[in-house]
């Protein structure tokens, strides 16, 4: 788990430091990890790249205290949203 991890931080942040109000992320970053690897699913911690779509990495961050999930295919983002938004009923 990379997103709390001293030695990550120091190299991303340097001497600045988290908001406590995002220590919550803490258990949600585990239960994400947890299922990505449960399903095959490689996960990278602040990334942002373009990636095959036969790849499957989901790349996650925090953002503006929110915990933020997107996989690193393009097209694939930006399908996710309005299938997410069709999809609300379930």
């Known amino acids: 788990m990379e997103m709390f991890n001293r030695k990550v931080l120091k190299e991303r942040i340097g001497h600045l430091q988290k908001n406590d109000k995002l220590d919550y992320l803490e258990q949600v970053e585990g239960y994400v990890i947890r299922k ?8 990278a911690y602040d990334v942002m790249a373009e990636e095959m779509p036969y790849f499957k990495t989901m790349a996650y961050t925090e953002l503006a205290t929110c915990f933020y999930l997107q996989p690193l295919n393009f097209k694939m983002r930006d399908y996710q949203m309005p299938d997410a938004w069709y ?3 379930h």
Do not use: A, L, Q
């Open 36 to 43: 990505c690897s449960e399903n095959g699913i490689e996960y």
């Open 87 to 89: 999809d609300k009923g």
